[in-house]
């Protein structure tokens, strides 16, 4: 167990809809990461919070966004979905900013039909 | 980035020691190498992670040459629990605001 938390564990909604996914990292951690991974690919970076600053942005789609919030949970969210954003949503944490050693979540996996 | 090559399988048996080797011919000196594993349909774990020379701990050695355009990964007598996707990234590991790159990472099997 990371410590890492993501819900929920799935999530199934159709084209054109709009999700949101929490993480809440571990305890004292102050970055959070959020990733995707399709099916049998690597997983894509997409976006980086530190204590509730953006800090990084990967290939991370204008239909989504993010946040963090003061208690250092973050969401992703997720509009005008269409069948390819189905796809493993991971959260990771860290304690500093940096990416040195990052703990991962369990995932919501994100179906859309 | 930099971009990392590293073989796409390896099958081994129980007890035997894994090597996995990473090309990165154009690490930058600020770069650290980090290996992480990921189960099916789990979020990937920190394994090691290493400037030069050799680093171990207690599941992996991580060993690299004094020009670190590679890099390899050392799981001593595995079992089939070993049996993970393992992923060698290169990246500023130690700067704010960066990323790390996840490639294709090495799919590895363990038989009994």
């Known amino acids: 167990d990371s410590g890492v938390t993501q819900t929920p564990k799935h999530l199934i909604t159709a084209t054109g809809q709009r999700v949101t996914l929490r993480c809440s990292p571990r305890s004292g951690d102050l970055s959070v990461y959020w990733y995707q991974q399709s099916l049998d690919q690597g997983l894509q970076f997409l976006i980086q919070?530190?204590?509730?600053?953006?800090?990084a942005k990967g290939n991370i789609l204008e239909r989504f966004s993010a946040q963090q919030f003061p208690d250092l949970h973050s969401e992703l969210n997720l509009s005008s979905l269409e069948l390819g954003d189905s796809a493993l949503y991971f959260c990771?944490?860290?304690?500093?900013?940096?990416?040195?050693?990052?703990?991962f979540g369990p995932g919501t996996r994100l179906t859309v039909t | 980035l930099a971009k990392t090559t590293q073989p796409i399988s390896m099958d081994s048996y129980e007890g035997q020691e894994v090597n996995i080797t990473c090309s990165h011919n154009n690490i930058a000196t600020n770069d650290y190498i980090t290996w992480y594993q990921q189960f099916p349909s789990q979020g990937p774990r920190f394994i090691i992670q290493g400037y030069k020379t050799k680093v171990t701990n207690e599941v992996a050695s991580l060993f690299i040459p004094a020009d670190r355009k590679s890099s390899t990964l050392s799981l001593p007598r595995v079992s089939l629990s070993d049996t993970a996707v393992y992923y060698c990234l290169v990246g500023d590991a130690k700067a704010a605001g960066n990323k790390l790159t996840f490639g294709g990472g090495t799919r590895v099997l363990v038989k009994p």
């Open positions: 990771a944490s860290s304690l500093r900013d940096r990416v040195d050693e990052q703990y």
């Open positions: 919070y530190y204590n509730g600053e953006e800090r």
